[in-house]
T-cell receptor
């Protein structure tokens, strides 16, 4: 099993550009989530999904969109990137409240 | 909303010393899970332990041990005989029905 995979590993955007961070898992977990990690603040939940077709907002959802068309994939979209979205993004899937994290995407918005 | 506080921002010890990382949480739910994760310099998040709110038994795994006390809302983590490879940022986290909140993390440096 590959576990949770994320692409790309690194990305640089200009303010106002859009992009999608990809996340996939092969463990057939119903629950998936996106976090951002900023220095000194730990990880904060952006959006989560409890199954295909169901998504909900987390602690810091503004500026991000998600969709869940399949159990395996949970992409995170930035429609108009802002410098405040410079961060490391982690995707996770979970089973019985144990989270399995992807390797992260380091995003810089100039 | 739930909250996790890791008051120790940075800790530095010399190899073979014991070190305890503190974690205090706030929640109104009676059912919740507590976690510890390790983030080494390479950046990935490594799962260490999960405890549910109904199990207050302390746990030991090799040099690692965890002390869960509901009376003080604490879930502290002790590393015995620390090693240089233990150097990392350690996160405590609280999960209620899939809403997971992390503490700000404690950066542990173990010097040889």
């Amino acid at each position: 099993n590959a576990g949770v995979t994320q692409t790309p590993k690194f990305q640089v955007l200009k303010t106002g550009q859009s992009m999608t961070l990809q996340c996939a898992q092969d463990m057939n977990h119903e629950y998936m989530s996106w976090y951002r990690q900023d220095p000194g603040m730990g990880l904060r939940l952006i959006h989560y999904s409890v199954g295909a077709g169901i998504t909900d907002q987390g602690e810091v959802p503004n500026g991000y969109n998600v969709s869940r068309s399949t159990t395996e994939d949970f992409p995170l979209r930035l429609l108009s990137a802002a410098p405040s979205q410079t961060s490391v993004y982690f995707c996770a899937s979970s089973y019985r409240d144990e989270q399995f994290f992807g390797p992260g995407t380091r995003l810089t918005v100039l | 909303a739930q909250k996790v506080t890791q008051a120790q921002t940075e800790i530095s010890v010399v190899e073979k010393e014991d070190v305890t990382l503190d974690c205090v949480y706030e929640t109104r739910d009676t059912t919740y899970y507590l976690f510890w994760y390790k983030q080494p310099p390479s950046g990935e998040l490594v799962f260490l332990i999960r405890r549910n709110s109904f199990d207050e038994q302390n746990e030991i795994s090799g040099r690692y041990s965890w002390n869960f006390q509901k009376s003080t809302s604490s879930f502290n983590f002790t590393i015995t005989a620390s090693q240089v490879v233990d150097s990392a940022v350690y996160f405590c986290a609280l999960s209620e029905a899939h809403d997971m909140r992390f503490g700000a993390g404690t950066r542990l440096t173990v010097k040889p």
